[in-house]
């Protein structure tokens, strides 16, 4: 009687995850929902590919659109100098968007930033799942309401549950204020809450730290 083969080359194997490079090539090409058509380009997320700490914002803009690269506008400088002030080095850390494409609505010569719809978040959602098994983060932080949501669930409120911590698989999850919500606020009301995203970030530091 034959022996039974030890090794079936025709059945399917796990394939290996792709690597950050294989998912922004890929995803240079997406057309999983409408926003590629006005968009300039895909903007992909940025930054070392086994960062400890993943940020996640909402949809690139203007200027993200225009650079290729995410959170290097005004939102950026913010969260840059935040950053800073909270003792993370932005070269250690994978900064990215829900949403990869710039949605705006044309007025005059200005494109306005809109919210991304659900449908959108969701096409998406593929890329930065990509990313997070990806780069495989120890802590991972939402910036404002539709990164937290894409991440912690569609009843996530950022203003009542910011600097909650969550564990999922022993990855670290938490969500604080857009840095775009920060500079729409009146000059006297800004610095303040400029203080409190800060120690957000440092009470992020503070998670690294403990890891
Ligand atoms: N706002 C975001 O959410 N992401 C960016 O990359 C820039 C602005």
Same mark, same amino acid.
């Given at each position: 009687?034959?022996?039974?083969?030890?090794?079936?080359?025709?059945?399917?194997?796990? !394939?290996?995850?792709?690597?950050?490079?294989?998912?922004?090539?890929?995803?240079?090409?997406?057309?999983?929902?409408?926003? &590629?058509?006005?968009?300039? !380009?895909? =903007? %992909?997320?940025? +930054?070392? !590919?086994?960062?400890?700490?993943? @940020?996640? +914002?909402?949809?690139?803009?203007?200027?993200?659109?225009?650079?290729?690269?995410? %959170?290097?506008?005004?939102?950026?400088?913010?969260?840059?100098?935040?950053?800073?002030?909270?003792? @993370?080095?932005?070269?250690? #850390? &994978? =900064?990215?968007?829900? #949403?990869?494409?710039?949605? %705006?609505?044309?007025?005059?010569?200005?494109?306005?930033? !809109?919210?991304?719809?659900?449908?959108? @978040?969701?096409?998406?959602?593929?890329?930065?799942?990509?990313?997070?098994?990806? #780069?495989?983060?120890?802590?991972?932080?939402?910036?404002?309401?539709?990164?937290?949501?894409?991440?912690?669930?569609?009843?996530?409120?950022?203003?009542?549950?910011? +600097?909650? =911590?969550?564990?999922?698989?022993?990855?670290? &999850?938490?969500?604080?204020?857009?840095?775009?919500?920060?500079?729409?606020?009146?000059?006297?009301?800004?610095? $303040?809450? #400029?203080?409190?995203?800060?120690?957000?970030?440092? $009470?992020?530091?503070?998670?690294?730290?403990? $890891?």
């Amino acid at each position: 009687m034959d022996e039974p083969a030890l090794f079936d080359a025709t059945a399917r194997r796990p !394939q290996p995850a792709p690597s950050l490079e294989e998912l922004a090539a890929t995803a240079a090409g997406c057309t999983n929902c409408d926003l &590629y058509r006005h968009a300039t !380009q895909t =903007v %992909f997320g940025k +930054g070392p !590919q086994h960062a400890r700490l993943v @940020i996640v +914002g909402e949809q690139p803009g203007d200027a993200e659109d225009l650079a290729g690269e995410p %959170f290097v506008g005004p939102s950026g400088r913010l969260l840059d100098r935040a950053l800073v002030d909270a003792g @993370i080095d932005r070269g250690t #850390v &994978y =900064v990215t968007n829900a #949403v990869k494409h710039f949605k %705006f609505t044309p007025r005059g010569k200005r494109r306005i930033h !809109q919210t991304p719809k659900s449908e959108e @978040i969701k096409a998406c959602r593929p890329w930065l799942d990509g990313e997070l098994v990806a #780069v495989g983060p120890e802590v991972v932080v939402a910036l404002g309401a539709t990164a937290a949501k894409a991440l912690l669930g569609p009843s996530f409120r950022v203003s009542v549950q910011r +600097g909650e =911590v969550f564990d999922r698989d022993g990855v670290r &999850y938490t969500a604080t204020l857009h840095p775009s919500a920060l500079l729409r606020l009146r000059d006297d009301e800004r610095d $303040a809450a #400029v203080a409190d995203f800060t120690d957000d970030l440092r $009470a992020v530091a503070a998670l690294l730290g403990d $890891a």
